[in-house]
């Protein structure tokens, strides 16, 4: 049945965009989350949260113009 499927591959425009899209969004998390709240403390309980949203933003992000990098 997997071989009558058609493979659909994601347009390389829509990845580069999505990619980018959220590395700018995690920055702007990050400065607008410093700026509400006058600055970064790491090891505060209450930025522990955003600060792993910010992180994930940034891995997908660098993932996935990583692999449109060496895309086949």
């Known amino acids: 049945m997997a071989a009558h499927m058609a493979e659909v591959a994601f347009p390389e425009k829509a990845q580069k ?3 980018i899209l959220l590395i700018i969004g ?3 998390v990050y400065f607008g ?6 600055g970064w403390n790491l090891f505060e ?12 933003m940034l ?5 996935g113009l990583l ?3 060496h895309r086949d």
């Open 26 to 28: 995690a920055v702007a």
């Open 45 to 56: 309980r209450r930025f522990i949260p955003v600060y792993a949203i910010v992180s994930v």
């Open 59 to 63: 891995l997908f992000g660098g993932l």
């Open 67 to 69: 692999l449109l990098k």
């Open 33 to 38: 989350w410093a700026i509400a709240f006058g």
């Open 17 to 19: 965009v999505l990619s």
